[in-house]
């Protein structure tokens, strides 16, 4: 069973960088059945997909919001990463950290989330 | 970018009702479309992938089907527990999108 946890701040300021760490367990970082992904939602609305990476190094960002992330890697610590540049208050939200199964192509293991407001 | 509608947004149920929620693609995604079922503060669960394959462990009254731009999720007779926000999400082509959810209400 693959587990996810979010780490990070909970408070950013505007204009300033959301970082974000996903801790992953059960399951290797490098395991080439999975994309590893981040969903976000804003309080009281729908799941935005945000992006993925996968083992080679590859990504895949939501065009939405491709000028403003990097999504990255850490296989030393089996974990990956989400930086958000220049938010607004339009980025809060619960984020999560999400695998993304390649042979079905659904988002079968979610993180618990993480609230983060963007606010002065 | 591929726009999943979903209808209907709201929906209220009883017990033991049979519920269907569709979801509309705005191009051809095969059947890459998977169900994802919300309850209140917690992450999103998959309960279908590939349109209509059940994920394991979640009960035989929830089923999928369709293809190409037309996708049904049928709840056959609903429990109490079954009273939450679904959604539909395709992956036939990058970005990932979801439809903007349907929640499903005790009458």
């Known amino acids: 069973q693959v587990q996810l946890q979010e780490s990070g701040p909970g408070l950013v300021k505007p204009s300033q960088t959301l970082s974000l760490t996903c801790t992953v367990s059960?399951?290797?970082?490098?395991?080439?059945?999975?994309?590893w992904s981040w969903v976000r939602q804003p309080a009281g609305k729908g799941l935005e997909w945000i992006g993925r990476?996968?083992?080679?190094?590859?990504?895949d960002y939501n065009p939405s919001l491709r000028s403003r992330i990097t999504i990255s890697t850490d296989t030393s610590k089996n974990q990956f990463s989400l930086n958000l540049y220049s938010v607004t208050a339009s980025d809060t939200a619960v984020y999560f950290c999400v695998s993304l199964v390649g042979a079905t192509r659904s988002l079968d293991f979610w993180g618990q989330g993480i609230l983060v407001t963007v606010s002065s | 970018d591929i726009q999943l509608t979903q209808s209907p947004s709201f929906l209220s149920a009883s017990v033991g009702d049979r519920v269907t929620i569709t979801c509309r693609a705005s191009q051809g995604i095969s059947t890459f479309l998977a169900w994802y079922q919300q309850k209140p503060g917690k992450a999103p669960k998959v309960l279908i992938y590939a349109a209509s394959t059940l994920q394991s462990g979640v009960p035989s009254r929830f089923s999928g089907s369709g293809s190409g731009t037309e996708f049904s999720l049928t709840i056959t007779s609903l429990q109490p527990e079954d009273f939450a926000t679904y959604y539909c999400?395709?992956?036939?082509?990058?970005?990932?999108?979801f439809g903007g959810g349907t929640k499903v209400e005790i009458k």
């Open positions: 059960g399951a290797s970082i490098s395991n080439i059945n999975y994309y």
């Open positions: 990476i996968y083992t080679t190094g590859s990504t």
């Open positions: 999400q395709q992956l036939n082509s990058y970005p990932v999108t």
